[in-house]
């Protein structure tokens, strides 16, 4: 009976080690870092809002396609 007793610990000390192994591998070791938001502009055509970045500019104001630019009879700024 002591060495039923003595292997149920031994298991149980095993079992503890692994869960406390795979918790620490399931954590990210940073903290994700976090993007600082983009200005969001509304499309002079459709009125969607969108990144400032993903934009395309034209002569009457910023866009969401070069489509809806065609499509306002706008054209690239040189």
């Not at 095993?14 to 994700?32: D, M, T, Y």
């Not at 938001?37 to 969401?64: F, R």
Request: charged share 20%; net charge positive; proline share 6%.
């Amino acid at each position: 009976m002591k060495y039923l007793f003595l292997i149920l610990v031994v298991l149980l000390v095993i079992w503890a080690l692994k869960r406390g192994r795979a918790a620490n591998k399931s954590k990210p070791s940073e903290p994700a870092k976090s993007q600082a938001p983009s200005e969001m502009i509304t499309c002079a055509h459709c009125g969607i809002h969108l990144p400032n970045d993903e934009a395309v500019s034209g002569q009457k104001g910023l866009y969401c396609s070069t489509e809806h630019r065609t499509a306002a009879q706008d054209r690239n700024p040189d």
